[in-house]
C-alpha cells in the first residue's frame, strides 16, 4: 500500500507540474485528469475508499468533462499553442514560481514541526460515517451548499432559457395544431 | 516488505490465473456477441445474417478479427496523434477494469471492493473520455459532432444511473456489488425496485451509446460519429468496446437487480450467465426494434422523465428503509 | 412510450416468421427466360449464324462495349469476321437485344461469370456463338428478309410478293 502511495503521490505532482507547462491546452486537460485519478488512489490508500470514488466519478468524470467539452469548442489551433508557449518564457512565470517555492518552504517547515502525516493503512472510512458526519455535526454547511447549488441551478435555468424562442416555437405548433414539438417524446 | 510467504505467492498466482481467466472470457464473451448479435438481427429481420464460416457462421468472429488486423492502420495527419491514439485503449481499459468488481459465482469474482457500485460509476465515467478524446484529436466536424454529444449525453445519464442504483444501495446497506446479491436472497431487487431497473437499463444504454441510444456514432447524420477517422485496430477496439459495454451491463443487471448468481437446482454461473444472455439479447433486440430519438428529445426524456423517477424511487425506498429499521 | 414496447414485441414476434433470405449457391433462384444475363448469338434454325454484322448493336450500346467486323461470304451474305464483346463493361441493360434486326444477339438468365482475371471477361465471337435459336425459335431473317442472298432471290422471302417490273405498263 505505500508503494502505491508513494507512486500514485509522485504521478500526481508529476502529472500537475505538466499541466501548467503544456502548451496544448487540451493536453493539459489530460494531465489535470492523471492529477486527479492519482490523488484519488491516494486517498484510497490513506483508507478513504469513498472519497476515492466520488473524486473520480464526480472531479475527473464529469467536471473535468465539462472542461473538455468547453475547451474542445474553442477550436484551438497551432497559433494558440504557440502563443502559451510563449507566455512559458521565465520572464513569465519567474515571479509566481518564486513565490510558490516560498509558499511550499513554509508549508513544508510547518509540516516538519509539528503537523503528522496521515497514517497508511489505517481503516476505511466508509460511506456511512461520512454520511454521519455530514448531516451530523456539518449538516449546518451541507445545507448551505445544497442553497448555493439550488441558486446556481436556478439561474442557469435561468440564463438557459429564450424567451423569444420558446413563443416563437409555439406560436407555430399552434397554427399547425400540433403539439408543442419540446414537450416529451 | 517484500517476505512474501508462500501462502501469500500461492494466494497472488491464484488471483493473477482468476484475473486473466475472466478477462479472456469476458473479451472473447464480447468477441462472440458480434457473432450473436448479427444473427439475432438477422432472425428478428427474417433472414439468415453470417452462417457460412464455420458451423452456424460462428467462426465469422475469427474472419473479421483478421480482416480487422490487416487493415491500414491509418492515422490522419492533422489528428492530435497522442490522444488519437489513447483514446480507443480508454474504452477498453474502463470497460475491463469495471469487471473487476462484478461477483460471477460465490467464489469467482476479482475483488470484493467495499465501493463496488462506486467503481464502477467511476469507470463508466472515465469512459466518456474515449469517445469525447476520439472525436476531439480526429480533428473532423462529424467526429467532433459525435464526441460532443456523446458528453452531453454520458453525464446526464450517469446522474440517473446513479440515482436509480441508490435505491438498491439502500435495501442492501452496502456498495459491495457480492453484498448486494447476498441480499436478494429472499426477492430479487427488480421487484421492490423496478422503476430503479428500468431506469438502470435505459441508462446503461445510453452509456454505452448503444441503439437506440446510438447519436454519438448516428450512421445518418454524423457518418460514423466519434470514430469516422478511426480504421483497423484501433477501430476494432472501439467496436469490442461497444460488446464489452454490453457485457458489462447485462452484467450488472443481473447482479444488482435479478439476484445475480442466485437460483435452484443449476449451479451459480448457469444462472449468471442464463441472465446475463437474456439481457444481451434484449440489448439485440432492442437495436432491432427502436429508432434512434432526436437530440432533445433524448435530453428531455432523461432530465423530465427518468430524473423525477429516480428521485422519487430514492425517497420512497429511503423512507420504506428507514420505516422498517 | 406504449408504442415502443409495441414495437419491440411485434419484432420479439418476428423470430416465428419465415426468413426471406434464398441461401444462393445451394439453392437457385428462378430467373425468367428475360432474364438480362451473360450475352449470346444465336443460330437461325437451319443452322446458320443470324448475326449480318450490321453494328446495330454497338452503336446502341451505351458502354460500348460489342466490338463487330463486319465480312461477306461468296453467296453475298453478311456475317461478323470478329465479334467480341467486354463483359467488364457491359451493364446488361439489353438495349443491343432491342436493337438487333435478326434477333442474334440476346440475352440469357445466367449471370454467374465472376473472373480472377479482368481480361478473361472479354469474349470472342467463339465464345458467345451457341449451337441453338434462343428465345426465338423459327425465326430465319434471311428467309422473311427482301434481301436477295446465294441461293433465294428478291420476291422469293416469306409473305413477299415478286418484285414489281416497273419496265410494264400491265397492272
Ligand atoms: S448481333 Fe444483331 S445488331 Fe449486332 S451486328 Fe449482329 S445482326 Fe447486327
Ligand atoms: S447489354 Fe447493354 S451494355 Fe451489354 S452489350 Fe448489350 S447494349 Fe452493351
Known amino acids: ?185 | 516488505m517484500f517476505g512474501f510467504s508462500t501462502d501469500t505467492l500461492i494466494d497472488f498466482a491464484f488471483t493473477a490465473f482468476e484475473t486473466i481467466a475472466i478477462l479472456l472470457a469476458v473479451v472473447i464473451a464480447a468477441a462472440l456477441l458480434i457473432w450473436v448479435e448479427r444473427r439475432l438481427l438477422g432472425v428478428w429481420q427474417d433472414r439468415y445474417g453470417p452462417n457460412r464460416v464455420g458451423p452456424f457462421g460462428i467462426l465469422q468472429v475469427a474472419a473479421d478479427m483478421i480482416k480487422i488486423f490487416f487493415k491500414e492502420d491509418w492515422i490522419p495527419p492533422f489528428a492530435d496523434k497522442a490522444v488519437f491514439v489513447i483514446a480507443p485503449a480508454i474504452i477498453m481499459f474502463t470497460t475491463l477494469m469495471a469487471f473487476a468488481v462484478v461477483p460471477f459465482t460465490e467464489t469467482i469474482g476479482v475483488v470484493d471492493l467495499n465501493i463496488g457500485i462506486l467503481f464502477v460509476l467511476a469507470m463508466s465515467s472515465l469512459g466518456v473520455y474515449s469517445v469525447i478524446l476520439a472525436g476531439w484529436s480526429s480533428d473532423n466536424k462529424y467526429a467532433l459532432l459525435g464526441g460532443m454529444r456523446t458528453a452531453a449525453q454520458m453525464i446526464s445519464y450517469e446522474v440517473f444511473m446513479g440515482l436509480s442504483l441508490l435505491g438498491v444501495v439502500l435495501l442492501a446497506g452496502s456498495f459491495d456489488l457480492r453484498a448486494i446479491v447476498e441480499s436478494q436472497a429472499g426477492m430479487w431487487n427488480v421487484i421492490p425496485q423496478f422503476p430503479a431497473f428500468v431506469i438502470f437499463f435505459i441508462a446503461g444504454i445510453a452509456e454505452i451509446h448503444r441503439a437506440p441510444f446510438d447519436l454519438p456514432e448516428a450512421e445518418q447524420e454524423l457518418t460514423a460519429g466519434y470514430h469516422t477517422e478511426y480504421s483497423g485496430m484501433k477501430f476494432g477496439m472501439f467496436f469490442v468496446g461497444e460488446y464489452l459495454g454490453i457485457v458489462l451491463i447485462s452484467c450488472l443487471t443481473t447482479v444488482l437487480f435479478f439476484g445475480g448468481w442466485l437460483g435452484p437446482i443449476l449451479p451459480g454461473f448457469v444462472w449468471f450467465a442464463l441472465k446475463a444472455g437474456f439481457f444481451i439479447c434484449f440489448f439485440v433486440l432492442l437495436r432491432a426494434a427502436t429508432v434512434r430519438p432526436r437530440y432533445d428529445q433524448l435530453m428531455a426524456f432523461g432530465w423530465k422523465i427518468l430524473l423525477p423517477i429516480a428521485l422519487v424511487n430514492v425517497a420512497i425506498t429511503g423512507a420504506v428503509v428507514v420505516a422498517m429499521a | 412510450m406504449l408504442s415502443v414496447l409495441r414495437t419491440i414485441w411485434m419484432t420479439l414476434m418476428h423470430t416465428f416468421r419465415k426468413r426471406d433470405t434464398v441461401l444462393y449457391p445451394e439453392e437457385k433462384p428462378y430467373l425468367p427466360p428475360r432474364y438480362r444475363g451473360r450475352i449470346v448469338l444465336t443460330r437461325d434454325p437451319d443452322g446458320a449464324e443470324r448475326c449480318v454484322a450490321c453494328n446495330l448493336c454497338s452503336v446502341a450500346c451505351p458502354v460500348d462495349c460489342i466490338s463487330v467486323v463486319k465480312a461477306e461470304d461468296e453467296s453475298g451474305r453478311w456475317y461478323p469476321e470478329t465479334f467480341r464483346i467486354n463483359f467488364s463493361r457491359c451493364i446488361y441493360c439489353g438495349y443491343c437485344e432491342e436493337a438487333c434486326p435478326t434477333y442474334a444477339i440476346q440475352l440469357t438468365p445466367d449471370f454467374e461469370m465472376g473472373e480472377f482475371d479482368r481480361q478473361n471477361m472479354v469474349y470472342e465471337k467463339s465464345d458467345l456463338t451457341i449451337s441453338g435459336v434462343g428465345k426465338r425459335p423459327g425465326y430465319n431473317f434471311y428467309r422473311v428478309a427482301g434481301m436477295a442472298v446465294g441461293g433465294k432471290d428478291k420476291g422469293e422471302a416469306e409473305n413477299e410478293a415478286a418484285p414489281i417490273d416497273v419496265k410494264t405498263l400491265l397492272p
Request: hydrophobic content about 60%.
Open chain 1, 1 to 185: 500500500m505505500e508503494i502505491a502511495f508513494y507512486l500514485a503521490a509522485i504521478v500526481a505532482v508529476a502529472a500537475t507540474a505538466r499541466v501548467i507547462s503544456c502548451a496544448n491546452a487540451v493536453h493539459a486537460l489530460l494531465y489535470l485528469i492523471v492529477s486527479l485519478l492519482s490523488v484519488a488512489i491516494v486517498f484510497y490508500t490513506l483508507g478513504a475508499p469513498f472519497a476515492a470514488a466520488l473524486e473520480v466519478i464526480v472531479y475527473a468524470g464529469a467536471i473535468m468533462v465539462l472542461f473538455v467539452f468547453v475547451i474542445m469548442m474553442l477550436n484551438l489551433n497551432q497559433e494558440t499553442v504557440a502563443r502559451e508557449r510563449s507566455w512559458l518564457a521565465p520572464r513569465v512565470w519567474i515571479g509566481p514560481g518564486v513565490l510558490g517555492v516560498v509558499l511550499i518552504g513554509v508549508l513544508a517547515v510547518a509540516l516538519a514541526s509539528g503537523g503528522s502525516m496521515g497514517n497508511v493503512d489505517s481503516t476505511p472510512l466508509m460511506a456511512e460515517r461520512i454520511g454521519m458526519t455530514m448531516f451530523g455535526p456539518y449538516v449546518l454547511i451541507v445545507e448551505l451548499a445544497a442553497f448555493v447549488l439550488l441558486g446556481a441551478l436556478v439561474v442557469a435555468a435561468h440564463l438557459g432559457r429564450d424567451d423569444r424562442d420558446v413563443a416563437e416555437e409555439k406560436r407555430v405548433a399552434a397554427a399547425r395544431g400540433r403539439r408543442h414539438p419540446g414537450g416529451e417524446q
